[in-house]
Structures are given as C-alpha cells and as structure tokens.
C-alpha cells in the first residue's frame, strides 16, 4: 500500500551542482540535505523544505524534462513567484487547473517546476 512521495527525482548536466545550489537553495529556500557517500560519489545533490524532498541527480546525456515535472504546493502564491522573478527566473501563469492558482517555472538546467496553491473559497 503506498503512504507517500518519498521525493522526485530530476536529471541534470554533469557541473551543474553549484547552479543547482543556487536555485533550489537561495531561490526556492530549500535545504540542502547530505547524500549518503557511496550516492555522493555520482554528483548531483538533494533538498529538502519540510516534507518536500527533490533530488538532483547527474546524467551525461542530459535532456531536460519540459513536461514531466514536480507539481510544489507553495502558501502565497503571489509573493513566491515575486520571488523567483526577482531572482531572473521566469514565471508562466496557468489558469486551467480548476480551483488552483498556478504558474511554471525552469530550473536553471531547463527542468519544468509547477507551484500551485488550492483556491480558498
């Protein structure tokens, strides 16, 4: 019987960890948490804010995932994407997930990101 999401995993480009840092950890505010050393040793790294872990992890032949990709529920959702447009990162709204508000956004290695927020009546 399944009880959770562990976390998601994303691919990424061989040398795109300090980017990957930067964007999940200063933009998005999340923590980078250790991997375990026999897992370090493939590159890439993880984050984690509260129960919502993703996982960078390094692939040679790279391609980003344009429609797969994390749907992050995040609370106010307006100043999140301030957020990550005062950092450069571009912000698309969507309105066609009916009682949501939500937007996409890239990582900097071109991985789709949905953040949603349920609309409070």
């Known amino acids: 019987m399944l009880t959770a999401v562990d976390h998601v995993q994303l691919a990424a480009p061989p040398g795109s960890e300090d980017a990957l840092r ?3 950890g200063d933009v998005l505010g999340m923590t980078e948490i250790p991997k375990p050393p ?3 040793a493939r590159g890439g790294c993880w984050f ?3 129960a919502v872990q993703l ?3 390094i692939e040679a032949d ?5 429609k797969a990709h994390p749907g992050l529920r995040v ?3 307006e100043a999140y994407a301030a957020r990550l447009e005062k950092h450069g990162a571009a912000v698309v709204w969507d309105d066609a997930l009916p009682g949501h508000r939500r937007f996409y956004s890239e990582d900097p290695v071109g991985n ?3 953040f949603l927020q ?4």
């Not at 790279?62 to 344009?66: C, D, I, Q, T």
């Not at 349920?118 to 009546?121: F, H």
């Open 22 to 24: 930067t964007y999940y």
């Open 38 to 40: 026999v897992l370090a």
């Open 48 to 50: 984690a804010r509260g």
């Open 55 to 57: 996982h960078l992890g």
């Open 62 to 66: 790279f391609r980003p995932a344009r």
């Open 75 to 77: 609370s106010d959702i």
């Open 112 to 114: 789709r990101l949905e």
């Open 118 to 121: 349920p609309v409070t009546r």
